[in-house]
């Protein structure tokens, strides 16, 4: 709506002192009219122009008032963000401190234990020599030395120990395992397992044997009670195990492959009482 303003009073007073003072002709009072009009139009303009600048003046506070608290706004998410940032920034700089550590002291760790497999196997090999050296005379009986997955092995036909289906060794056996003695008393911090192996040929008329279950664990306790009883090695290192057709180390059917698979296995290992300590402080 259009706001009508009324001319000033002394344009007013003026025209009528005029009015008052001179007699105007008509031309000229029509002229007069005129610019009053113009004058009124003028000053409508102006309060129209007025009413949309105070409009425009009030948007902009408005606006400069909602800028003002987006404003705020962000500063406070910024500064929130860049507290999260220095406390994640801080832990993880402590994570990766203590990671650099861990991988420091693993890494030290993971030394050693290499260092004490590395002794292990340069004795396993000097052993390995020496028991080769000892039953050199037994080999062309079928006797063998080797080392595998950190053991020596030390592998005696059933015919260098044992009559067919027996479980007395022989003395040609009894001469192999003294040798192997000798050996082994020399070296008290390695255990010993002896295990009996059997071909699958069924058991029969064997007397308390029942099977090939029973027979290779019956070898392999007499050559334990041997080498234990006779040659004094101590009991606690020594260890019998019977696993009778199950561990065949030839699978052709033939009379040879048969002969290979019925054997007694002396497994020797060194005590890694220092090396498990070692893993296990390692977790």
């Not at 020496?130 to 015919?159: I, P």
Request: proline content about 2%.
């Amino acid at each position: 709506m259009i706001k009508k303003y009324s001319l000033p009073a002394f344009v007013v007073a003026t025209m009528f002192s005029v009015s008052s003072c001179v007699v105007m002709n008509k031309k000229d009072y029509k002229h007069l009219l005129n610019d009053r009009d113009s004058l009124q139009n003028a000053l409508n303009s102006c309060g129209i122009s007025k009413d949309s600048l105070n409009a425009i003046a009030f948007n902009l506070k408005k606006d400069t008032s909602d800028l003002g608290k987006q404003l705020r706004m962000a500063q406070d998410q910024n500064d929130l963000l860049s507290e999260n940032y220095n406390k994640l920034n801080n832990k993880s700089t402590g994570e990766i401190r203590k990671l650099s550590a861990d991988l420091v002291a693993r890494e030290k760790r993971l030394n050693e234990v290499e260092a004490v497999l590395k002794i292990r196997d340069e004795a396993n090999n000097a052993l390995k020599d020496k028991l080769a050296k000892a039953l050199l005379g037994f080999r062309e009986s079928g006797l063998t030395v080797d080392v595998k997955n950190g053991k020596v092995y030390v592998s005696l036909t059933d015919k260098l120990l044992f009559d067919t289906g027996s479980i007395i060794i022989d003395n040609k056996g009894k001469e192999a395992l003294s040798e192997l003695a000798k050996v082994l008393s020399t070296q008290p911090d390695i255990n010993i397992l002896v295990e009996g192996n059997t071909d699958n040929a069924r058991v029969v008329n064997l007397g308390q044997i029942k099977d090939n279950w029973d027979l290779s664990v019956l070898r392999a306790t007499s050559v334990v009670r041997y080498l234990t009883e006779v040659h004094k090695l101590e009991a606690t290192r020594v260890e019998a195990a019977g696993k009778g057709e199950f561990a065949p180390i030839a699978i052709e059917n033939t009379p040879a492959a048969r002969s290979k698979n019925r054997r007694i296995e002396i497994v020797l290992s060194p005590k890694l009482d220092e090396l498990f300590q070692m893993i296990t402080e390692n977790k």
